[in-house]
């Protein structure tokens, strides 16, 4: 199957800093997602981004899908942001299982 | 407000006392989906559902069953939980193509 590897595992930023996480994919893919695992668990959808680049306030990911890689920019971090980041790929259009990297742990400290 | 709304959010039972666990969104969502989410496993799906009446088997669907009666509502059932099914489970939903829109999660908790 296809393989997602994000980086960094983990990263830890001071308040108001700007940081870039990275998730490779093996394959092409029909769609690829970017979420946020709060501490309370909950996942939130932050970009639906198979190509191209797309901006929404602090935060803004781009997609280069011929290379098989996207970011993720976090710029004026908060302490809101912390928890994780998961990259999601799809490739099956029928059963559309997404196939989850194995996150980046951001920590932001006051 | 457009969600995909799980309960329970949290729940400790007892092995073998059947118990479902209900996800209902608002979108008119053709697609519908369950996960769990382990430590060290990741997400993995379950079981999703194309549109009403149609539904299969995901990566890991022993122990579960699903049903698709309404367009809204995807229920995940197990019928006879063991411990090995201690996890948080997510649904979700998305029109065909699009996005895919999680709920906030169930922890649920066999011992």
């Known amino acids: 199957g296809i393989q997602v590897e994000q980086s960094p595992p983990d990263l830890i930023l001071q308040e108001g800093a700007n940081s870039t996480l990275r998730c490779n994919f093996s394959?092409?893919?029909?769609?690829l997602q970017w979420f946020h695992q709060n501490p309370w668990g909950q996942l939130i959808n932050l970009f639906y981004i198979p190509s191209g680049t797309k901006q929404n306030g602090r935060l803004s990911a781009t997609t280069v899908a011929t290379e098989r890689y996207s970011l993720l920019y976090i710029s004026s971090s908060q302490t809101t942001d912390s928890g994780v980041y998961f990259c999601a790929v799809e490739r099956d259009t029928g059963r559309r299982a997404l196939t989850f990297g194995s996150g980046t742990r951001l920590q932001v400290q006051p | 407000e457009a969600q995909v709304t799980q309960n329970p959010r949290y729940l400790i039972t007892v092995t073998g006392k059947k118990l479902t666990v209900t996800c209902s969104q608002n979108?008119?969502?053709?697609?519908m989906s369950w996960y769990r989410q382990d430590p060290g496993l990741g997400l993995r799906q379950i079981y999703y559902s194309m549109n009403v009446e149609v539904t299969d088997k995901g990566d890991v669907p022993e122990g579960y069953k699903v049903s698709r009666k309404e367009k809204r509502n995807f229920p995940l059932i197990l019928e006879s939980p063991s411990p090995n099914q201690t996890s948080l489970y997510f649904c979700?939903?998305?029109?065909?193509?699009?996005?895919?829109?999680f709920g906030d999660g169930t922890r649920l908790s066999i011992l």
């Open positions: 979700a939903s998305s029109l065909w193509g699009g996005p895919q829109h």
């Open positions: 979108m008119n969502h053709e697609y």
């Open positions: 394959d092409s893919v029909n769609n």
